[in-house]
Structure formats: C-alpha cells, structure tokens
C-alpha cells in the first residue's frame, strides 16, 4: 500500500489583502511549531504573552489530540482528551477541571476574535512538552527569532527542527517586517484534506468486564461523529458477570462475537450457549489473544470467521503523554506494514481506550476513512 501523507492540510482559500499599516496589537512575533511542523507566521496564529505568561490559540491544540467545543462567542470553551477535560470561563476568568473543582491558572482571554489558553497549564494537564528556542540574528544582531514548539511525537530535536527550518523562518521573519507596500492582492488557494476513503478499519472491543465499559459506551453513543459501528468480542466470564449489559451491546447495534480463552471448540460451543441464553444471539465470530494460533486454526477447522488484530492497544493504564503518542495518527502510519484489505484496531476496555478513543473517531471522520462493520460475511483480518 502506498504509503499517505500524515500532513494535516486544511482546505484554505485565503485572500490577503497588504494595507499601509499593519496592525499587531494584542499578538506577540513568535513562531508556533507542534511536533515536527511549523505552524505559518500569521498575527492568528501567534501567541499573547503578559508577563511571564504564554497563551496560545486553543485551536493549536487539535494538532496535538486535544480537542474542543466552544458555547456562544467563547463563553465556555471546553479542551478534552476523553473524560480528561478543562472547562474555561473568560467573562469571569474561571477554569475548572472535568470534576468542577477551580484550577489556579491565568485566565484565558478572547483576542482579537480568538480564544487564548495559557500554554504551559494545558501542556503539563495533557501530558505534552513545550520548547522555547531561540535563534540569533546575523543580519539584525539586535533581533532574536523565538520558537515556541508544542510536542507530543516528535521526531526532530530542537537542533534538527532549527536546521530543517532555518531558512524558512528567517524569509518569513524579514516579509512580517518588511516596509509597507501599496496595496496588493495575493491568493493563495491550499490542497484539499486528503481523503483516505479507500482504507477499510474495523474496529472492535474485548473485556467488558472492566469498570470502564460504561465509560467506553458513553463514547460510543456521545463522541462517534459517524455513528461507527464496532464489534465486542465476549468471554465466558464476560457473559456470566454481565449479561444485561450483553443485551444493552447487542440493542445498539454492535456486533457480538466470541473472546476465546483456550481456543477450543469446546469453549466457542459452551460460550456460545451462555450468549444464546443471555441475548439471544448467535454468531460465528471469533478472536483470542493468548490462544490466538489455536483459535485460528479451530476456526478454520470447524467454517468460523475467526479475526486478528492488526493493532491491540492495550496493557497497563499509560501516562498522558504516552496516550497521547498512540493518537489514530500512529495508527495512520502503519497503514503500509498493513493488508490491503485494511486492519483491524481492537481496544481493550481500559482507560486508554477511555482517553482515546474521542481522538480516534475525530480522525478517522476528518480523513473519511471506511469504517465498516464486522460480519460473518466480511473477509476476516487474521
């Protein structure tokens, strides 16, 4: 598969029309960078500092996996990273945290139309790093360029970033602070978003048995753009311990099929029977993770659709800043290791599934990825 391009490029028709005057009131001459991309030298793209105190616009952020909603003209603008949320109020400068307990940060601020946060706060509550890089002026020796770089995966470090950069930053530097000219019209019309409709993701669950299965299925019917539908994979146990929360799957919509322990006929026989008493439903599908090789081959044996994952995120609960690492765009880079069929993701119901799964239906809904359902007929992922 040829592998795509995980530049984020929104559709732009920009006309910029160059006035006598410029007016920079209210911003301060920075660059912006999130990870290994800088961000262009606009007036809205850059920070307000006051004082010691950074804020940059809120919007920077979705670069980054933590998102956004906004109520009226910036009266409330929410930042979240699945349950993990700051709420802000800047008429009366309040910021609360997702269990409304008050936060000691600056306040953020509407200027000039847009909604400023501080920096350094939302950082350290997300779990991401920021850098402040300077760069020495040959020409202007009185001149120093600042960078302010938002990491959360980057690949450069800050002396790779610069060198990649340099000669870039430096031509916009000089255009923002070059004299007034008459005024001129220049158009510039960007790429598309890149659409990447010809890849198929499945997406599907196993364990709910966790203390995040109510959490998990909140997501499902709150923060699913396009009302994806995925499959759970069910154990034995899973059934036993929760059968009306089974029922609750099954009347959404999702597809059951069956978690195997052992990987034995035996097992996907007596689990059926307890999905059939509890659901009425029956099914062929399958999957294993431990007895994966023998679960396969069974199913093989026996004419059921048994299916793999071609990504499993899972394991221990992670930092933060190791969540926000495995964002859908990880996944996006994988796509060439993968089948051309597509791939299977598979969470496990645990609170990294909780935290990312906001940021993985958002891409895989701006990039207009395939995402189909799980069935028996589907030619299956192994």
Not at 80 to 100: K, M
């Amino acid at each position: 598969m040829k592998k795509k391009s995980l530049t984020v490029i929104f559709v732009l028709c920009l006309i910029i029309v160059l006035l006598p005057i410029k007016t920079k009131a209210a911003i301060s001459p920075h660059f912006i960078a999130v990870n290994d991309t800088l961000l262009p030298f606009r007036d809205d793209v850059m920070p307000y500092i006051n004082g010691e105190q950074i804020l940059v616009s809120h919007e920077i952020f979705s670069n980054v996996g933590v998102w956004s909603v906004s109520a009226g003209d910036f009266e409330e603008v929410r930042l979240y990273v699945g349950a993990r949320q700051v709420d802000f109020y800047p008429e009366s400068g309040l910021t609360q945290n997702q269990f409304g307990n008050e936060l000691s940060w600056p306040a953020a601020q509407v200027i000039g139309g847009k909604f400023y946060v501080p920096l350094h706060q939302v950082c350290e509550y997300f779990g991401l790093e920021y850098q402040l890089i300077e760069i020495g002026r040959t020409v202007i020796p009185d001149k120093q360029i600042w960078i302010i770089r938002i990491i959360s995966s980057a690949r450069l470090s800050s002396t790779e970033f610069v060198n990649r950069y340099r000669t870039d930053i430096l031509s916009a530097y000089d255009e923002y602070y070059a004299p007034p000219t008459p005024i001129q019209t220049e158009i510039s019309i960007m790429e598309p978003t890149p659409s990447y409709s010809d890849v198929s993701v499945y997406l599907s669950f196993h364990d709910i048995s966790s203390p995040y299965i109510s959490e998990i299925v909140d997501l499902l019917e709150n923060s699913n753009p396009a009302n994806y539908t995925v499959c759970f994979f069910l154990s034995a146990n899973d059934i036993k311990n929760n059968p009306a929360m089974v029922r609750k799957l099954d009347g959404m919509g999702h597809v059951i099929g069956i978690w195997l322990q052992e990987g034995t006929y035996e097992e996907y026989l007596n689990t059926s029977a307890l999905l059939f008493e509890a659901a009425k439903v029956k099914t062929v599908l399958i999957s294993a993770d431990i007895a994966e090789a023998e679960a396969s081959e069974m199913a093989q044996m026996h004419g059921l659709s048994y299916w793999g994952a071609s990504i499993h995120i899972g394991g221990t609960p992670a930092t933060p800043s190791s969540l926000i690492n495995w964002t859908a765009i990880a996944v996006t880079d994988a796509l060439p290791t993968l089948s051309p069929d597509g791939f299977c993701l598979r969470f496990a119901c645990n609170e990294n599934a909780a935290a990312m799964l906001p940021s993985v239906f958002n891409h895989l809904y701006t990039y207009e990825y395939t995402v189909p359902a799980i069935t028996e007929t589907t030619n299956p992922i192994k």
